[in-house]
């Protein structure tokens, strides 16, 4: 019970922090909602096949986006922050408190996960308002929100188990980039995939999580199949990252 209770303050702290830092808040919601303006722009005007259904291009990046904003906030946004922290001394004061370490990661995990639904909550509403995309309901619904969920806390593992690799700071953003953009290339979150794309890019997409969330997702939107067996490889490879984490994780600055 003291560890829920050290983790529900840590939580508050870090959700104030975020708030009161209004340059990086405003431009973590922003950032999703400009890529869907721009894609929109250049390319809602077209179709896009999946499977037996052709979709409108703009409701196709609705969904691209909610993808890509889940993973922005909690693979990308948690592994830089958490390199940070580490580099410039936090987690080690941090350590050196009673607080367990289940309840700072746990607030931060948790920290991510709400951004992170309400970036979606955020972009298919003005998906549906100025796209006029579908808005999943009944049992659609509740899939999309376990995906939602399911992706969220894996992606915050896998970004927590990454941190353990980052040398320093200033690698960082570049490591963490070069890590998930090209599976979001290789994933179909940017390029809609269709009949002519290459085999080997798709055994590259099945392999990684990526693909599976972004196939989950769609089905919210787009009326896709939906399958668990998607919830069940992104939840694996969370798992894994969790376990490596668990492993590598420092609380020590690397720097000289």
């Not at 973590?28 to 894609?39: G, S, Y």
């Not at 690698?171 to 794309?197: E, K, M, R, Y």
């Not at 067996?229 to 020590?252: H, K, N, P, Q, Y």
Request: charged content about 10%; some cysteine.
């Amino acid at each position: 019970m003291n560890t829920l209770r050290l983790t529900a303050v840590q939580l508050r702290y870090v959700n104030k922090a975020f708030w009161r830092n209004p340059a990086s808040a405003f431009f973590t919601f922003a950032f999703p909602l400009m890529f869907l303006v721009i894609f929109t722009a250049l390319l809602g005007h077209y179709t896009v096949k999946i499977g037996a259904r052709t979709i409108d291009t703009s409701t196709y990046y609705v969904a691209s986006m909610a993808t890509f904003a889940v993973i922005t906030a909690c693979f990308n946004n948690l592994a830089i922050s958490i390199t940070f922290q580490r580099e410039d001394g936090i987690l080690k004061r941090t350590n050196g408190t009673p607080m367990p370490a289940a309840s700072f990661l746990g607030a931060r995990i948790l920290h991510a996960v709400l951004v992170a639904v309400l970036l979606v909550v955020i972009t298919v509403a003005f998906g549906h308002g100025v796209y006029h995309a579908s808005v999943p309901g009944g049992l659609t619904l509740a899939r999309f929100v376990v995906m939602v969920l399911v992706g969220s806390a894996a992606f915050c593992a896998l970004g927590l188990a990454v941190s353990a690799t980052i040398p320093n700071s200033d690698a960082a953003p570049a490591i963490v980039n070069a890590i998930i953009l090209p599976l979001q290339f290789l994933s179909g979150i940017f390029i809609a995939f269709g009949d002519t794309t290459p085999q080997w890019i798709l055994w590259v997409a099945r392999v990684f999580p990526v693909r599976h969330f972004v196939v989950g997702m769609q089905a919210g939107f787009l009326g896709t199949p939906f399958s668990w067996t998607d919830v069940l490889i992104v939840a694996a490879w969370g798992l894994g990252g969790l376990l490596l984490a668990i492993r590598f994780f420092s609380w020590e600055p690397r720097q000289g």
